[in-house]
């Protein structure tokens, strides 16, 4: 499973975001909705086991639904889940580490500025995370936004190397068509999904606005 024709929605299922909303639940309207680019499973403050359980159902749903299933922070969880992507962040271990840990895992990494994003694209990851783009609640201590001109430039040096670029940070329905044109790859969301997970049947509509406005 490749991300090199992939585009529109990277959807995001966390755990803090969602509450006691089930996360399983949450993925299956996602998974209807629209092809994704891709759907990562973000637990921060859970146990591993519970993690584990989680991802390894994720990782079947969406090989079902042919989306590349992500799991944030955990190589070793990454491996036993069967998920196709790992996603690192700069405090995390370094790509080649991660490498080394879960080999045949395709790996995102976050970046937050041009010299962070250079430095990711020498090691070809399988996309590049940047932003915050705009004001973002998901995140206790967010970077800087980064804006639609430093997306712009992100882009280009992305293109350039080969590497599909995930815009992060503050994406709205309001404000996603912005981000595909200034050319990313694809935006990565939480809040604008979970705030719709006690309704289903919006969250599907919602969903599937948002993949189009990050496809065109």
Aim: charged share 20%; proline share 5%; glycine share 6%.
């Amino acid at each position: 499973m490749s991300f090199s024709q992939r585009s529109g929605l990277y959807a995001i299922v966390d755990a803090d975001a969602l509450g006691a909303h089930d996360p399983l639940a949450f993925a299956d309207a996602l998974l209807s909705a629209a092809p994704l680019f891709a759907l990562q499973l973000r637990a921060k403050h859970w146990t591993a086991r519970q993690t584990l359980s989680v991802a390894r159902s994720l990782a079947q749903r969406c090989a079902k639904a042919a989306v590349p299933f992500v799991v944030n922070d955990r190589p070793d969880l990454a491996v036993l889940s069967d998920a196709h992507v790992l996603h690192v962040g700069q405090e995390d271990l370094s790509l080649d580490d991660v490498r080394s840990i879960a080999r045949g895992v395709m790996v995102g990494v976050s970046t937050h500025d041009l010299r962070q994003l250079d430095e990711a694209l020498a090691h070809k990851p399988d996309y590049v995370a940047f932003g915050p783009v705009f004001d973002t609640r998901s995140k206790h201590a967010p970077d800087p936004t980064v804006g639609l001109a430093l997306l712009a430039r992100a882009a280009e040096r992305a293109r350039a190397a080969g590497v599909p670029l995930v815009a992060i940070g503050g994406i709205t329905a309001d404000n996603a068509a912005s981000i595909r044109a200034a050319g990313a790859t694809a935006g990565a969301l939480i809040g604008a999904l979970s705030s719709h997970a006690n309704d289903p049947s919006t969250l599907v509509s919602v969903a599937r606005s948002l993949h189009d406005a990050l496809s065109r």
